[in-house]
């Protein structure tokens, strides 16, 4: 039996500030009259029926999309480690993988080559040309207490985590595509068309 068909979560980190999108909702961003994010739980839900966003604001919106919604149990947009420590909390699997909300052109094989291997105690995480892509990863539930370990202590930097816990690199060199994030109102008109594409298809 594969790892995703019974003990896999996914968490999509959505509470962040949206500095760079002038404080806009990153995880609220429309395009052709849809969000994003909607895309990002229906891809998800292919791999797992627990799928949690993690947000800290607008609430009330996200619990209208068909997920599960988990606030930062640590106050004041701490960062994407926050989110994973939350949502490590609230899931009742072994696994958690994670994606950022601001990611529009991932796709099903970012899923499958993270999966397709067997797992260990270790993070999986994402690299591609001569990049870690941290907010990219799998991580083992049993994590859990190192990281509140490690955010107890003050730490927020969330590769030196990986690398405290034992980190295995997941190579995606060549599919840059993938990882593609958009963090201003430029990027957005510049991936429009490609992110209409993927909403429709």
Known sequence: MKLYDQNLSVLIL???????????????????????????????????????????????????????????????????????????????????????????????????????????DKVKCAYCNDRLQPVYALIPKKLIGSLKKFLDNGERKIDKWYNKCGLEIVDFSGKEEIFINVNSEEELLQYENEIIKRLLG
């Open 14 to 120: 959505a509470g962040g500030r949206g500095t760079r999108m002038n404080g806009a909702d990153k995880g609220l961003i429309k395009v052709h009259g849809k969000f994003i994010i909607e895309y990002l739980i229906n891809m998800s839900k292919k791999f797992s029926s627990d799928v949690f966003v993690n947000v800290n604001r607008n609430i009330s919106v996200y619990k209208t999309l068909k997920c599960n919604v988990i606030k930062d149990v640590l106050e004041d947009y701490q960062g994407p480690l926050a989110g994973i420590y939350s949502g490590l909390l609230q899931i009742q699997t072994d696994y958690l993988i994670t994606l950022p909300c601001d990611g529009p052109l991932i796709s099903d094989e970012y899923f499958i080559k993270m999966l397709e291997s067997p797992m260990t």
